[in-house]
């Protein structure tokens, strides 16, 4: 059998069945050192899809890191179709100051595509964009929630893309949330570049957790292997089809203070029920604050210290509330009690 042709990302060439580290520069730094784009491509010995993985676009949204370390190590691209393109740091200027943003201050991805000529933000855009994400039919880009705010694990898509959505639901997180793209995001822009992306949204800002790294880890597995790219026998089905919802909403806080939270993310909720109760210092003037739809909450706040008009809770509204704390229940667990997730097994 003839070998398959060897990869090639910005002029360098990755060979089939194996993997291949590539550094794009991106700039020199304002002390001197070289600021590098790091990405990693698995380039399986069979022909197959090319799709990339992509962590902390916002530089303090690690939690995609440890979930591509763990993807890599059970992949063998020897038995592997198709090509991943692996990034588990894109804006490293955000990551090695625990910020967000970049240098210029600005917000990467409100800056797609980017130019060569832009500010920094956008030259890092332009050259991602550029020599990764239109070399692919598929991303997966991981984010997660800012800091002292958790996001159950839910999945983002492009609403009305039928393919995508199957994609979404076979990922297996606990909820699937079609929404409006913003203006300059790098999902607005890849749509209109004909990438489908799938965004996860998991954990808290600057921390790892469990429930998010394994649902991340199982999520971009099982993609893989509805595209075809891995067969992963033991990788088990989805314990049970996720939340899908379109409609999404932020409550904040009444008053100032300090706040009690009487429910989190992945509590099922119904409308009008308690959900947190903020008081002043002395725990004087109680202000109640309660759900707005039946739904199951997707974020809160892990600081219980509030202004008025800070977001504390976000909850999603889900059209058929049946049986979706089960639902979700069976999700938890079958996430926390995988044991095919031994780090070092090859599937
Ligand atoms: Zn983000």
Redesign the pocket.
Known sequence: MARRTAFNLAGKSAPAGQATQIALPVSDLSAGMQAQLEARVYHGAKDGPVIFVSAA??GD?IIGTEIIRRVMKKLNPRRMAGTVIFVPVVNMYGFISHS?YLPDRRDL?RSFPGSERGSLASQLANIFYTEIVTKCELGIDI??A?IHRYNLPQIRIASGNAKLKKLAIEFGAPAVIEAPLRDGSLREIAKSDGVDMLLL?AGEGLRFDELSVLTGVNGILRVMRQLGMITAKRLGKIPAPPAQTTKTAWLRASRGGVCRLQAVSGDAVKNGQTLAIISDIFGDDEEIITASADGIIIGHATLPIVNQGDAILHIAEVRIFANVEERMDAINDAMMGNEMLDEDELI
Do not use: D, L
């Open positions: 676009i916002h949204e967000r991805n984010h997660s800012a949204e």
